[in-house]
């Protein structure tokens, strides 16, 4: 099992907890008074992992465990306002996402503690795209392929069109980083660079990615309608993700 298998394990047991004692009445929210000095309550603890977990996610450096605790008692007055407020409304919401809430008892909140003004609506369904007949996608969307080191950007793009039937991949980016370009390479006499590029690996074409360190990369593609004589890039395509190992 990997880290992330058992990761999602460990979140769905504490997850089954707290519904199960949400349900028989012995969970209970109260306040807990912020203390930096008190090593003991394991409040610069609880905020130094989550910090750094950020960190991790985002790519940004980590911080050690005292320069949490020097930082975190100097941003006490902006916690104690806008901060605070807007945590205690997202952990609402965070409760009622762990009682298996209906959407219809969720709010978005739009806050301006100048005026003060305080507007709760109840959220609309995220708005969706339909690419062709059985695809429709969201904002949210992502494509993955689980690949291994060696995948090539032929596999990928066979990968794609078989999840995906209707659709066919055209260009090939990683950002606005051109990787393959359709046009160019269906050019006349361009015919075997568009086979040594298909044919290429995944790591080979995105430089910095290295796929005994690097789990993933991510990619954005452009996709036509298959039979669209008119050739028109479709709108909304979810970005890709192309694993280098099949167990992500």
């Known amino acids: 099992m990997n880290d992330a298998d058992s990761l999602m394990k460990r979140f769905s047991k504490i997850l089954s907890q707290v519904k199960e004692e949400s349900q028989q009445a012995k969970l209970q929210v109260t306040p807990e008074q912020f203390e930096k000095d008190n090593d003991q309550n394991y409040h610069i603890d609880a905020i130094y992992a989550m910090a750094n977990c950020r960190s991790t996610n985002y790519k940004l450096d980590h911080m050690d465990w005292i320069t949490v605790k020097l930082k975190a008692g100097r941003i006490v007055p902006a916690l104690a306002t806008t901060t605070a407020a807007v945590a205690g409304l997202q952990t609402l919401e965070l409760v009622k996402l762990l009682k298996g809430c209906k959407k219809a008892d969720h709010r978005n909140i739009f806050m301006n503690l100048a005026v003060p003004i305080m507007q709760a609506s109840e959220p609309g369904d995220v708005a969706k795209t339909k690419l062709v007949e059985g695809i429709e996608v969201t904002l949210w969307d992502r494509w993955d392929v689980k690949g291994t080191k060696d995948i090539t950007l032929k596999e990928v793009i066979s990968e794609l069109e078989k999840s995906h039937q209707g659709l066919e991949v055209r260009d090939v980016m990683r950002g606005n980083a051109p990787i393959y370009f359709y046009a160019i390479m269906s050019a006349p006499g361009k015919e075997k660079d568009r086979e040594n590029i298909l044919n290429s690996k995944i790591a080979n074409l995105v430089p910095g ?19 669209d004589t008119e050739d028109k890039i479709l709108s909304g395509v979810p970005p890709v993700r192309v694993f280098f190992s099949p167990n992500n």
């Not at 990615?209 to 039979?227: A, F, Q, W």
């Open 209 to 227: 990615v290295d796929p005994s360190e690097d789990r993933y990369v991510d990619l954005n593609i452009t996709c036509v309608k298959i039979g």
